[in-house]
């Protein structure tokens, strides 16, 4: 993510032009034929009372990351292959010290004492935070903690009587419904815009871990983390992403639900950090062609093609070819839906499912369970002098370590990263499967425990990982 907010920096600037030429030109181009249903909606909904109400509790996010040598080399490199290309040879006036990278985005107040949440993406591997409140003043902000998965963070900056915005409840949110984004696209602060709710419940892909609401609200890089208001002044999300093939706004933009942003701060603000719920299957949609072998009415369910060993899935008796249709009296029509409510699920929650086995109906029972193995990486020496890295990790499951080949070297799962550790910086993510480190093979957590007590205090150490199933090793840097 660094990477990516370097390169858009980078940019900025002839974005922001761009961005200008755009707003001229739709302004002048468009008719009043060309006007959508949807936009007539918002059109004819007055938010400028909601605005200047809501204003002062949305502050801009400014985020420093100091860009070490290394890095500074990357760019030099790639600047000069762009060149090249370009047929134009020369080396990049750069500077030859570190240099520091700056990047913004929004977040909003959420309790008078200080407590702000915003995107993970946003403050990823941020060496300073600080937020720009309505009135321009600039407060320095402690990350108190952030969720890659669900990609919310919790800031505290210190004072009282902050504007904490009212926060509503994202399950009544109705498709059609008009709601209003304030932030700061491309850098242009407290900027709003307004659209209707285009669609509920919006999964990209198994990481990440909330139901996204879509809206055709105009949103663009330095929106994320953003307060998405009803039309009764109550966050109802939190904004996080864009669907784009260009880097901006098209049509489609996506929040974060407000009951389930709320949940991620609960936890990030009593713990630290955030625990989820363990099942233990790989659920998968039904569509037409296995609605038909199934001997179901439509395509519904998610139909299980594994169930991990030893896990609360097969402790409950569910077994490989099951079609869940229910989870806790709630119907799963896509296995997302099923994901959804795990996500939202805590260990030792009980669980209740109706599958469909054989053609026949059953319900099951049984209890969920924390990720196993999930313990935090640190180690001390013998003066008592804490080696923190900044990882989460546990040892791979059975079922997971048959997803390998035999030969391969089988290491330990990363599964949450603290975007302010060492690891952050050194591009370590969660996902990928330690092997070695500082040339020991790691195998077990214990592996990687030992390992750790043998770290310089100070220097750069390697560390294997496997990536989306390619190996990599990665320079680790210990400061």
């Known amino acids: 993510m660094q990477e990516k907010m370097a390169n858009y920096n980078l940019k900025s600037w002839w974005q922001r032009s761009l961005l200008a030429v755009a707003i001229g030109v739709s302004a002048a181009t468009m008719s009043p034929s060309m006007v959508t249903p949807a936009q007539a909606v918002v059109a004819s909904t007055d938010f400028s009372d909601l605005v200047q109400q809501v204003t002062p509790g949305v502050a801009r996010v400014n985020v420093t990351t100091n860009i070490s040598d290394e890095e500074l080399a990357q760019a030099q490199t790639a600047e000069l292959l762009r060149q090249f290309f370009g047929d134009r040879l020369r080396l990049p006036d750069r500077p030859a010290t570190p240099a520091i990278e700056n990047a913004y985005g929004t977040g909003f107040f959420v309790t008078k004492d200080g407590y702000m949440l915003t995107n993970h993406h946003v403050v990823e591997g941020a060496d300073k935070i600080t937020v720009t409140l309505n009135d321009r003043t600039e407060l320095d902000a402690v990350l108190v903690g952030s969720d890659e998965r669900s990609d919310v963070a919790v800031l505290k900056v210190k004072g009282s009587q902050f504007p904490a915005l009212s926060i509503g409840d994202s399950n009544l949110l109705k498709v059609g419904e008009p709601v209003l984004a304030i932030g700061s696209p491309f850098g242009f602060d407290y900027s709003a815009s307004a659209g209707i709710v285009s669609a ?9 871990s909330v139901p996204f609401i879509q809206t055709d609200v105009a949103l663009n890089p330095g929106n994320s983390g953003g307060p998405l208001f009803n039309k009764r002044g109550e966050v109802i999300g939190i904004n996080s992403r864009i669907f784009s093939g260009t880097g901006g706004y ?3 933009s996506f929040s974060i639900p407000m009951n389930a942003a709320m949940d991620i701060y609960e936890q990030l603000k009593t713990n630290g950090e955030v625990t989820r719920a363990y099942l233990g299957i790989y659920p998968q949609d039904i569509d037409r062609n296995l609605a038909e072998v199934y001997r179901l009415s439509r395509p519904q369910g998610a139909l299980l093609t594994r169930v991990s060993p030893d ?10 070819g099951d079609i869940i249709l229910q989870y806790n009296k709630m119907p799963i029509i896509r296995a997302d839906d099923l994901l959804n409510l795990l996500n939202r699920a805590r260990p ?16 099951l029972t049984g209890k969920l369970s924390r990720a196993p193995g999930d313990v935090q990486a640190q180690s001390r020496d013998k003066q008592n002098n804490e080696v923190q890295l900044g990882l989460r990790l546990r040892d791979l499951t059975t079922d997971e370590q048959a997803q390998f080949d ?9 599964t ?21 480190l500082h040339q020991k ?10 390992a750790i007590s043998s770290l310089p205090k100070q220097g750069v150490v390697t560390i294997e990982v496997v990536r989306q199933g390619i190996p990599a090793i990665i320079g680790l840097r210990i400061e």
């Open 348 to 363: 030792d929650d009980p669980f209740q499912v109706q599958i469909q086995r054989e053609g026949k109906r059953l319900m």
């Open 416 to 436: 949450a990263v603290d975007p302010t550790g060492l690891a952050a910086r050194s591009g370590i993510m969660a996902g990928d499967i330690v092997t070695n």
């Open 200 to 208: 509920k419940s919006r999964s990209f892909s198994r990481e990440t």
């Open 406 to 414: 035999s030969d391969s070297q089988v290491g330990v799962l990363v």
């Open 441 to 450: 093979p790691i195998k077990t957590v214990t592996d990687f425990t030992s």
């Open 250 to 252: 098209m049509g489609l």
């Open 311 to 320: 896990s609360p899935a097969q402790r409950a008796g569910l077994k490989t």
